[in-house]
């Protein structure tokens, strides 16, 4: 008999008195059974799959942190804070400037999520690297650290991330937290507690200060505020752990008390969530094209089209795609004048698509959006609301001069969990972003050193050799 | 006719639409015009209390932060941190060491707090000048400021800290936040951003990314992570003026909006108090006592009686203390072991405050607490609940050796709103706390200096002069 047969039989108010003694049960001692999690797992216990996603994410988000380096967001932020930097520990992805370690999980965590082409876990909406791989990388810099050691603390602090996430999700979504920074900072500080050889005791403080400390509000969205977040989350976490590693004492109860954070953040909380038998990091996924997740399909088909027809501008006399609706409440502009505005636009994206075989950042740039063959070819773009379609599905017909009707339904856009990008895919992603800013020498050395990052005996070379010459 | 009397005519659905309408009203653009407030308020224009309970807040505030300087919490949290600091910018109250604004704003915010003997504003709880103050005396040594605007940016992120407190008093509280800390970001970015010179739609931005970083948890009390705190609570605010001046955009609405801050952090909200006309720093309170507000009418009349009749221990046969019922509930410890013990037993306080007349850090100092004469007199103390008293009242009787009985009934215990410290108490209570860390000398020049800070050319004397030697 499964637990929801046993309380179908009881009487209601017995039931709501053996759901409060189990959520009691459940809730007992979380934030130690949580440190014990976190301190517990060993690298080479961990499966192939396992650690395989985990270099697949090491080398998105690096990726992702040198191509968003240069963006106004970061410069502005080193104005703002550049006089109170610290020594020159750490690197800053991308840049010739070294920073010191709290700042440069700052910095690289804003400069990770500014593009919004970062990692996604989809059923919570966690960004999960963004916190919690800047911390450690600016540590591992300072304090030399193996590479299982490293792969290991990353893996750990975005499995942490998870199970806090998926406790609360929906509710403390909804409330209108960004969830990316409140379950963030707990990331960076298990994985950063890792690396610090913290206690059990250290550990329990550690998620105490990062209780202390969540970042983020959706209201932020659209603003320079919501990169700051999952950066702020990664210099909280850190803090946190450095902070308990020297006996700076919190709350050993700081996730499950009465006044803790998931019941002062969310209204609601499953604890089963926090003894999940898999790795979550599994269901990590993965960015192939730079703009919102709603429009992938459409993209998708339209590469695939050209790719398998050797399609060319000068060839197409229309381009249909049938969408969600959604696409439409999202992406409707007609006429974009800014690379910006190119993400919100069905009709840009479908063009650059079939005429680039791409859509990076240089796909969504200004100069992109205002190229007169790629105009040219928005105007042929029909796009339709088809209610039968699902999020992650479109429907693309190309319609040749010469009469030829090409089409593809996408069933699962590239990049999803059922149809993630390929090794290769995730490659050209990066050389797609530090191509402007990284020599293909250097390129190339950083993308071995991300896949062999468990095999480096100081994991502090990933973020030396990002660096910018 | 009055709003109530208004809605009171109502068919009750329009007296909800009505109620909504003006809610909404209310709420139109709250956070620009909480900029314009901070934004508009001039020093020549502030009354002359206002001026005054300024100053008494900001002396109040340098005294706790140099009695808390040498405490474990901040050498701890200096040591963990230490490796990351920048240039030595800002002084470290009551120590020699100089580090970068941002450390100090936290490392003094941590040192004014962890005595729990600075400022409270009972009607929201927040302790007002501990996030507030150390942002800018930090800033104020970087970044030269006359007096009189140092002393407009204290009080008006004062007032700011207490309109948002009292629009969410008292569900975000009762929600289990640390409103210290949550509210004080705002009161440190309103005060630094003001000092920087911020633009309106900057100063917006400020506030909105001081939404987005709230800190503090009440599940930490008891640990040293409550004096992180408000130390956090000035870092962060200070961080979101520096960036905001520097051009770093948050959304426009981060109080109002509907996943902004107040409908986040709070399920109510009394938009009212936002436009509150008068100064509540006027309502401001000082501890004259070491120890939770609880027990002060005790210790208040144990040093009435003591004073007015020249009592010494060995003319005490016993003192009998009548007190509301919650006293028993937090000080009941009957044999304290430790000067943190000694805070929580009525029995030690009245004891220490009839042998010593004071009732500071020193007596509720381990060696205090172990004396022989005070333990001896502990044992003589008798109390009893007497359900008739209110919180801030107490009868204390002490019967002599040679028969007299005498009596005295606290109404309001110094302290209160109602019977505030004087002046010179303010000034003994700083002396005590500072005594053993600087010189005579140098606390005469800080008092000087606090209470004529709206004459200083340069503001950044204030901290200077609160170094040790």
Redesign the interface.
Known sequence: MNDSERSSLLPKADAAVAAAGEAAEASHDLTRKLARFILSARFQDLPDTVRHEGARTLLNWVGCAIGGSRHE?VT??M???L?????P?ATLFGRSERV????AALLNGISSHVLDFDDTHIDTAIHPAAPVAPAILALAE?RPVSGPDFMAALIVGIETEFRIGMAVTPAHYK????IT?TAGVFGSAAAAGRLLGLSEQQMC?AL??A??????????F????KS??PG?AAQNGL?AA??A???????E??LE?????L??LSTACDYAAFTGAGWEILNNSYKPFACGLVVHPVIDGCIQLRDKNGLTPDMIDRIEVAVHPRVMDVTAIKNPKTGLEGKFSVYHAAAVAVAEGAAGEREFSDAAVRAAVIAELRRRVLATIDPALGKAQARVTVLLKKGDRLSVFVEHALGSVQNPMSDRNLEDKFRGLSEDILSVDRMDRLIDRCWGADKLVDAGEIARSAASA
Chains 1, 2 share one sequence.
Do not use: C, I
């Open positions: 967001t502005k932020a104005a703002a804070l006089p109170f930097f610290g020594p520990q010191d370690v709290l700042h300072h409330t209108g937290w960004h920074g403080w105490g200060l209780a202390a400390q969540p970042v983020g509000l959706q209201e932020m659209g603003s320079m505020t700051f977040h702020r803090t450095l902070l590693h020297k006996g700076y004492t919190a709350s109860h700081g008390a009465k006044h803790g954070w019941n002062v």
